[in-house]
C-alpha cells in the first residue's frame, strides 16, 4: 500500500522556523516526483513546491520562492520542506503528494497523498 505521512506542523511565531517531514511507505520516493501543498482555513489548496524525481529539481510558488526549500533524503525515503521567516500568512494545513510526473506535480493532480500536517503561524 502506497502511503505518506507528514509530521513537523506545529506553532510558530512570525519569522520562526519549521520543517516539515513526508515520509514514504510501499514505494521509493526517489522514483517520483513530490509535491507541497496547503491549504488555509476556508480557502482552495495552493501548490507550495514540486522536486523532481533524478535530478531533483525543485520549483516554487512564488509566495514561498526564498523563504522554504525542499529536499528529499533518499537513504530514508523522505522529502523534507525547510520553511524559514514565517509569515502568518503560511498558517495552513500542509500536504505531500506523489505521482510518476513533474507535470503532475505542478499541476496538482497527484495520485498519492498524505493526511496533512497543521502550521499555525502566530504571536
Known amino acids: 500500500q502506497l502511503q505518506l505521512v507528514e509530521s513537523g506542523g506545529d506553532l510558530v511565531q512570525p519569522g520562526g522556523s519549521l520543517r516539515l517531514s513526508c515520509a514514504a511507505s510501499?514505494?521509493?520516493?526517489?522514483?517520483?516526483?513530490i509535491g507541497w501543498f496547503r491549504q488555509a482555513p476556508g480557502k482552495e489548496r495552493d501548490w507550495v513546491s514540486c522536486?523532481?524525481?533524478?535530478?531533483?529539481?525543485?520549483y516554487y510558488a512564488d509566495s514561498v520562492k526564498g523563504r522554504f526549500t525542499i529536499s528529499r533524503d533518499n537513504a530514508k525515503n523522505t522529502v523534507y520542506l525547510q520553511m524559514n521567516s514565517l509569515k502568518p500568512e503560511d498558517t495552513a494545513v500542509y500536504y505531500c503528494?506523489?505521482?510518476?510526473?513533474?507535470?503532475?506535480?505542478?499541476?496538482?493532480?497527484?495520485?498519492?497523498w498524505g493526511q496533512g500536517t497543521l502550521v499555525t503561524v502566530s504571536s
Open positions: 510501499g514505494f521509493t520516493l526517489d522514483y517520483y516526483a
Open positions: 522536486i523532481n524525481s533524478g535530478d531533483g529539481s525543485a
Open positions: 503528494a506523489a505521482d510518476n510526473t513533474l507535470y503532475s506535480c505542478l499541476e496538482g493532480s497527484l495520485e498519492v
